[in-house]
């Protein structure tokens, strides 16, 4: 894993590879810890169902093919209020829906665009996008202003010997302000958000789940403080685990730590969601550090994402606890023709109709119907390649 902190490097790589990805993510969190989301633009969907069968047709033919990367771009938003899922939306298209920039950190997929003003260190998200099947609407205005962070620069030095994948730390303290409109079907509701956010970029020339074994990610803020952990295993064991550890307080480095020692506790299972462990720790010989998985956010057949409780144990036995986001990645079950079809439920491709999408999209709609006495959308005739 290579690891970088610098917004150089937060650019497109216009990745050309069969397989390669790219993105740009964002999240943030409240001050009442009432709303969340999350925001991410891909140049090369990684864990798309087409792109990854495009991947699996071209290392099979004898022919030139290639799973091109600009054939399968994408925008995914999540918002969530209280914990419970408000609108999980996943678009992907075709090169006519993206642009990007090499020379500064821009990307737009369709109305949806993000882009960062060197003046006043702030990124710039505008969203404009329809959920036609659930009767939905958003538009937001979001600010990210970067918190500076001293020694940053520096982080290079923990990169692993693998060139294969690329973690940016591009900016991991942001003051977020701004305002969301969500239309339910009926009404618009204005979101006046305030509150702290993370953003990072990650790319890599071959797809994750030919490399890639576990991948846990998690992020955490109070008033003063900062804290990232990142930890990627490999299906090749002789490769060794990149592992990695950042605490902030304000704008001072209070500890950056690697080699730590993964361990999974309490282990349950979601229906159709991978294994996991209710608590996790990384440890070394300075410091140890627990996550307690709360509440689901989210769920799908290769990832989880949890409301989470971190505690930090440092060498002079004083804790830190903070409460954030954590995720955990298990890219090689997209090897499965199964887990491949169950995807397609969640992502709207451009031009084509898909049964799993539509049918997804009517039930949860039918749920909505009880919740909130709306009107159902009727699916049209799909048909799914």
């Known amino acids: 894993m290579q690891l970088s902190a610098s917004l150089r490097h937060d650019v497109w790589h216009d990745l050309t590879d069969s397989g390669s990805y790219e993105w740009w993510y964002f999240d943030a969190l409240d001050e009442s810890q009432t709303y969340s989301f999350v925001a991410i633009w891909f140049s090369g969907f990684p864990f798309s169902p087409y792109y990854l069968r495009r991947y699996v047709q071209s290392q099979r033919s004898q022919q030139a093919l ?114 969301l409109q969500v239309y339910d079907g009926k009404t618009w509701e204005i979101i006046s958000f305030k509150g702290r956010g993370y953003h ?103 990832y989880l994402r949890f409301n989470s409780k971190f505690t930090l144990w440092r060498e002079d036995g004083h804790a830190i606890e903070l409460c954030g986001i954590s995720e955990s990645l298990h890219p090689q079950n997209l090897n499965s023709g199964l887990v491949r079809h169950l995807i397609k439920s969640k992502i709207w491709r451009a031009g084509r109709l898909s049964v799993m999408y539509t049918l997804y999209n009517f039930f949860a709609q039918l749920f909505e119907v009880g919740t909130k006495k709306i009107l159902p959308v009727v699916p049209e005739t799909a048909t799914d390649e």
């Not at 704008?251 to 209710?278: K, M, N, Q």
């Open 66 to 179: 290639c799973a091109n990367p600009l054939e399968h771009v994408a925008f995914s938003f999540n918002l969530y209020k209280h914990g419970r899922e408000v609108i999980n939306f996943i678009k992907e298209g075709g090169a006519e829906l993206f642009s990007a920039s090499r020379n500064e950190p821009f990307a737009r997929f369709e109305r949806n665009v993000f882009y960062f003003d060197a003046e006043s260190q702030t990124f710039h998200l505008n969203l404009n996008f329809e959920m036609p099947l659930r009767r939905k609407k958003v538009r937001a205005q979001l600010c990210f202003h970067i918190r500076p962070i001293e020694g940053l620069q520096q982080l290079s030095r923990f990169s692993s010997t693998s060139p294969t994948h690329a973690w940016v730390l591009a900016s991991p303290s942001n003051d977020v302000t701004g305002e």
């Open 200 to 302: 990072d970029h990650n790319y890599g020339r071959t797809p994750m789940n030919t490399d890639i074994e576990h991948w846990y990610w998690g992020r955490a803020h109070s008033h003063d403080f900062d804290l990232v952990y990142y930890l990627t295993t490999y299906r090749d064991r002789a490769h060794k685990p990149f592992s990695f550890l950042l605490l902030t307080q304000n704008e001072r480095v209070l500890a950056i730590e690697d080699d730590l020692v993964a361990t999974e506790h309490e282990h349950a299972r979601r229906f159709f969601s991978p294994r996991y462990g209710r608590r996790f720790s990384l440890t070394n010989e300075r410091l140890s550090f627990d996550i307690e998985h709360l509440q689901a956010l989210d769920a799908g057949p290769f």
